[in-house]
């Protein structure tokens, strides 16, 4: 069963909501399912103004939790020309020790908590990217973007 993140509840809640079931939830795999980039314009030069979408869906399997996060990033120059485009899929699995736990806190979770876990991971994959592609290696925020919305910089 696959359960789609919805619209984010209030911040406050998410917190509580994601707090209660990372007290229970264990990670047990995570692994890079797609990675696809396109370097668009490679004589481009910094700075570069960054396009970072998140879409997270989760879906239940007995006593495992699966989050799987698509990232779109993508970037722009200083004329607003597109300089890459990239497309990553992370799958996360969670042992949720045999608890249950309802759609809210289910994606609570998935907004909050997953995001702050795989973030560091999509950071690295994108400096490295950028530096195999010969542009100035591109480095994410340290803090994971909001979930449920697209972030321009």
Known sequence: MTIMM????????????????????SLVDLRV??????????????P??????????????????????????GATNNANREVF???????LVFDLKGETFDDAALQAFGAVGVVDIAHPYIRELVHNMTFRMGLP????????????????A
Not at 6 to 25: H, M
């Open 85 to 91: 485009q990239t497309r990553i899929v992370m799958s």
């Open 33 to 46: 399912r797609e990675f696809e980039a396109k370097l668009i314009d490679f004589a481009a030069t910094p």
């Open 137 to 152: 290696p591109f480095v994410l925020d340290v803090a994971p973007p909001v979930f449920g919305r697209s972030t321009v």
């Open 48 to 73: 570069f103004k960054p396009t970072i979408a998140v879409e997270p869906n989760v879906g239940r399997v007995n006593r495992y939790a699966v989050y799987d996060f698509t990232y779109r990033l």
């Open 6 to 25: 919805n619209e984010p509840i209030g911040a406050t809640q998410s917190r509580v909501l994601s707090d209660r079931v990372s007290k229970v939830a």
